[in-house]
T-cell receptor, first 114, second 111 residues
Framework: DSGVTQTPKHLITATGQRVTLRCSPR?????VYWYQQSLDQGLQFLIQ???????AKGNILERFSAQQFPDLHSELNLSSLELGDSALYFC?????????????FGSGTRLTVV | QKEVEQDPGPLSVPEGAIVSLNCTYS??????FMWYRQYSRKGPELLMY????GNKEDGRFTAQVDKSSKYISLFIRDSQPSDSATYLC???????????FGQGTTLQVKP
């Protein structure tokens, strides 16, 4: 157990729907990162939150949004889902940033859009 | 051109072999270099962390960074079947923002 908890582990939904992925960071970590992993694109950075505020943004689609709550857990919202959104979504956490001996990843949420 | 290039393999070696995994990168601002191991359907786990240039050793694993050539390596000595996984290089320029990952190299160690 890495200390980063992601729920749900698996999600199957239809095109056009909206889903919410949840992440609880490791105790003491203030930064949360979301990544998308697909076979052809590898691990793609979506967004970082630090202590409740958005810190960095990557290739995140407008249909996707995220937030970090006062208790530091984070949610990634995916809406108007398309078949191409099927992927593994990982959450990671660190004390501040990548220089803090890298990230700790959760076990991921496997999203299947049908 | 991607910021980080990594040969996806697959790489198949016999048990006990020395494995060499490599990444090249284009961004000279990268200062922090990491190697992650990812088993099938699991989250990546940090193997090695290196700041700037030089070598770092941890058990059977050695990480090397050559910033002048923009080239990093991971060596695995006495490889074991349990080392069979995908190995991802990752790097960053600073304390905020994203880690940039390579595509990952799939390694199979045959008994």
């Amino acid at each position: 157990d890495s200390g980063v908890t992601q729920t749900p582990k698996h999600l199957i939904t239809a095109t056009g729907q909206r889903v919410t992925l949840r992440c609880s960071p490791r105790s003491g970590d203030l930064s949360v990162y979301w990544y998308q992993q697909s076979l052809d694109q590898g691990l793609q950075f979506l967004i970082q939150y630090y202590n409740g505020e958005e810190r960095a943004k990557g290739n995140i689609l407008e249909r996707f949004s995220a937030q970090q709550f006062p208790d530091l857990h984070s949610e990634l919202n995916l809406s108007s889902l398309e078949l191409g959104d099927s992927a593994l979504y990982f959450c990671a956490s660190s004390v501040v940033g990548p220089a803090d001996y890298g990230y700790t990843f959760g076990s991921g949420t496997r999203l299947t859009v049908v | 051109q991607k910021e980080v290039e990594q040969d996806p393999g697959p790489l198949s070696v016999p048990e006990g072999a020395i494995v060499s995994l490599n990444c090249t990168y284009s961004n000279s601002a990268f200062q922090y270099f990491m190697w992650y191991r990812q088993y099938s359907r699991k989250g990546p786990e940090l193997l090695m962390y290196t700041y700037s240039s030089g070598n770092k050793e941890d058990g059977r694993f050695t990480a090397q960074v050559d910033k002048s050539s923009k080239y990093i390596s991971l060596f695995i000595r006495d490889s074991q079947p349990s080392d069979s996984a995908t190995y991802l290089c990752a790097m960053s320029s600073g304390n905020t923002g994203k880690l940039i990952f390579g595509q990952g190299t799939t390694l199979q160690v045959k008994p």
